[in-house]
C-alpha cells in the first residue's frame, strides 16, 4: 500500500499554553523565534516529516516566509492556515465581527495569505474558530450567519482566482463556546450556501481535524467516506484525545479502531493519489514535542500498515450482509487474534482443570 505524505502543524513546538498556564509549559520553546522552532522540528523530524504547516500572519507571512523556507532545508511548507482568530482585536470575530472595519481589515489579512500560499503551492485552511457567540440572545443569528457566509465566498473566489485549494475545518467550541460552522454538516451547509451563492466550489474542501469529529460523536470513517465520495476530502488533521476536549493527542493513543477503520477508508478512496496528505495538529502540554510527534507520525504510518492487511473482499462480504461479528473478526484477524491465537486461548482454558 503506497504511502501518504505527511506535514505537521509547526504550532506542537511551541509554548502549549493552557489557560491555567499562560506561559506554557514549554516557556523556553515559546520564546524561540519561528526560525529556531522550524530547525527544531525539521532536525527533529527530519527522517519522517514531509513538510510543516504555519498560521497567518502570526506563524509566518510575506516578510518572514524566505528565511522560514531556507530553514525548512528540505521540507515543503504545505499548508497556510488562517491566524487571525488569536489576535485579541478580534475578540468578537473575524468574519462575523460587528465592526465592519474590522471585518474588512480580516479579508484583506485573508487574501494576503492567499496570495502567500498561490506563491509558494500551499493549501489554504480556514478553521473560523472565533465565528461564533458565547451567549443566548448575544447575536442575531441570520446576519452572524450571513456575515460569515458573505466573508467566506469573498476568500473562496479570491482563491479560485488565485487557483488555491481552501481547506474548511469545523469544530463545536473554542475559542467561540458555541462556533457556527461546528459540525460536518454546518461545514456542508456553508459549502453549499456559497455554491448556491453562484461561487465554483471545486477547489473549496473540508479538513477533517479527527478530535474535532470525536468531540462531536461523528465516526471518522464514515464521514472521511462520504467526503471522499463526494470529492470533497481535502486534508486530515491527526490526532486523538478523550473525546470532551481538542486534546490535540498522539494519534492513536485514543479511538484507536475508528482511526484504523479511517485508514482502511483512506486507502480504499485512493487517497493522496491528487498530493493529499496526513497533517498532524498536535499540542504536547507536557511532553517533549518532538518525541511526541515523531511518535503519532509513526503510530500512524503502523496503523495505515495494519489497515492494508485487512481483507477487502471479506470485509465487502461482510458489509454486503451486515455482518457485525465477521466484521469484527476480519479486523482482529490482522491484530493477532487469529486461528492459532483461539486455539491456544482454548487449551489454556482446558488446562484451568
Excluded at 484583506?108 to 502567500?116: E, F, P, V
Excluded at 441570520?142 to 460569515?148: A, G, K, S
Aim: proline residues 3%; negative net charge.
Amino acid at each position: 500500500m503506497k504511502r501518504v505524505k505527511n506535514s505537521v502543524g509547526i504550532w506542537a513546538f511551541g509554548a502549549n499554553a493552557t489557560r491555567f498556564m499562560p506561559d506554557g509549559y514549554h516557556v523556553a520553546e515559546g520564546a524561540e523565534t519561528m526560525v529556531e522552532k522550524t530547525r527544531r522540528a525539521v532536525v527533529g523530524l527530519n527522517d519522517l516529516v514531509d513538510g510543516f504547516e504555519y498560521h497567518f500572519p502570526g506563524e509566518v507571512d510575506e516578510d518572514t516566509y524566505p528565511s522560514i523556507k531556507k530553514a525548512l532545508d528540505t521540507k515543503d511548507l504545505y499548508a497556510i492556515a488562517l491566524g487571525t482568530f488569536n489576535d485579541p482585536k478580534y475578540h468578537m470575530g473575524t468574519f462575523v465581527n460587528p465592526d465592519p472595519a474590522l471585518r474588512a481589515e480580516n479579508l484583506a489579512i485573508t487574501k494576503r495569505a492567499i496570495d502567500l500560499a498561490a506563491e509558494i503551492g500551499a493549501k489554504f485552511i480556514i478553521w473560523p474558530g472565533g465565528e461564533g457567540y458565547n451567549y443566548n440572545f448575544q447575536v442575531d443569528y441570520v446576519q452572524t450567519w450571513e456575515w460569515f457566509i458573505n466573508g467566506m465566498q469573498e476568500a473562496v473566489e479570491y482563491a479560485n482566482a488565485c487557483d488555491v485549494t481552501v481547506l474548511l475545518e469545523h469544530k463545536n467550541s473554542e475559542p467561540a463556546m458555541n462556533i457556527l460552522m461546528r459540525n460536518i454538516g454546518m461545514a456542508l451547509f456553508t459549502i453549499h450556501q456559497i455554491k448556491d451563492r453562484g461561487t465554483d466550489i471545486t477547489n473549496l474542501k473540508i479538513n477533517m481535524d479527527w478530535q474535532h469529529l470525536i468531540m462531536n460523536g461523528e465516526n471518522l470513517g464514515e464521514y472521511a467516506a462520504l467526503l471522499a465520495h463526494n470529492n470533497l476530502l481535502g486534508h486530515h488533521h491527526a490526532n486523538s484525545g478523550w473525546g470532551t476536549f481538542d486534546d490535540d493527542n498522539i494519534t492513536g493513543a485514543s479511538f484507536f479502531m475508528q482511526t484504523l477503520e479511517l485508514a482502511k477508508v483512506l486507502q480504499r478512496a485512493n487517497y493522496g493519489a491528487n498530493g493529499e496528505r496526513i497533517g498532524a495538529d498536535l499540542f504536547p502540554y507536557t511532553e517533549d514535542q518532538v518525541q511526541a510527534v515523531r511518535r503519532a507520525l509513526l503510530q500512524w504510518e503502523f496503523i495505515w500498515d495494519l489497515a492494508a492487511k485487512i481483507d477487502d473482499a471479506a470485509l465487502e462480504e461482510a458489509w454486503r450482509n451486515k455482518d457485525a461479528v465477521r466484521g469484527q473478526e476480519i479486523v482482529y484477524e490482522v491484530l493477532g487474534l487469529d486461528g492459532a491465537y483461539v486455539d491456544r486461548i482454548i487449551r489454556d482454558r482446558k488446562s484451568l482443570g
